[in-house]
């Protein structure tokens, strides 16, 4: 399988802190990327690194590529309430990139 | 999720029932996608389109019909299902005229098969 698994399933910290999460994968990609889901709602797509990259920003998003390891990481700074959600990495593949397997996610909790 | 919309939002359904899902996307994208996620597991790509081409069924059960009329509109008809087919039933969009892009998903449909 080449799905994507994320690490923690679930993390729970402080508003204010960093939260850390990590995604393995198991098969050479065209890209990942991160997405957002609140409860019982649809994805959000928050960032896209292409495999020729090892480390893109966007806002309080900071993610990292390591295609040796085959692992991704995305750290959300200064967290705030709102970023509770579950957050999923997808593995892009196939002829034309647009086949991606998910992860089961990590549950983040932020308390305020 | 206002680009993709889908309906009906919740849906229960008896094993002998036939109903349909209705996705709709208002992003100008030429692919489309059925996702399904259930609880603890990997959310699972079902069926995938191109052009309103079909290029992609991920073994999916024949109890399971989709249907692209045009670009903007995917179905998903249903008939005879388990309840082990209870899940939430996500649609997506992306546009493939570039390589690997993201995909836009609306709110999806809650399936309880009783």
């Known amino acids: 399988s080449q799905q994507g698994e994320e690490d923690p399933q679930a993390l729970s910290i402080q508003e204010g802190e960093n939260a850390t999460m990590n995604c393995s994968y198991k098969?050479?990609?065209?890209?990942l990327q991160w997405y957002r889901q609140n409860s019982g709602r649809g994805l959000v797509h928050l960032i896209l690194?292409?495999?020729?990259?090892r480390e893109k920003h966007s806002g309080r998003l900071r993610v990292t590529l390591d295609t040796s390891k085959k692992s991704s990481s995305l750290l959300i700074t200064a967290s705030r309430a709102a970023d509770t959600a579950s957050y999923f990495c997808?593995?892009?593949?196939?002829?034309?990139?647009?086949?991606?397997?998910f992860g089961t996610g990590t549950s983040l909790t932020v308390i305020p | 999720e206002t680009g993709v919309t889908q309906t009906p939002r919740h849906l229960v359904m008896g094993m002998t029932n036939k109903k349909s899902l209705k996705c709709e996307q208002h992003?100008?994208?030429?692919?489309m996608y059925w996702y399904k996620q259930s609880a603890k597991k990997p959310l699972e790509l079902m069926f995938v389109?191109?052009?309103?081409?079909?290029?992609e069924n991920n073994s999916v059960p024949s109890r399971f019909s989709p249907e692209c009329p045009n670009s903007s509109h995917l179905f998903l008809h249903l008939h005879t299902l388990q309840p082990e087919d209870s899940a939430l039933y996500l649609c997506?969009?992306?546009?493939?005229?570039?390589?690997?892009?993201?995909?836009?998903f609306g709110p999806g449909t809650r399936l309880t098969v009783t």
């Open positions: 997506a969009s992306s546009d493939d005229s570039g390589f690997s892009v993201e995909q836009y």
């Open positions: 992003l100008g994208h030429n692919a």
């Open positions: 098969t050479s990609i065209n890209n």
């Open positions: 997808a593995t892009a593949y196939g002829f034309t990139g647009n086949q991606f397997y």
């Open positions: 389109y191109n052009f309103k081409e079909q290029t």
């Open positions: 690194i292409r495999s020729n990259e």
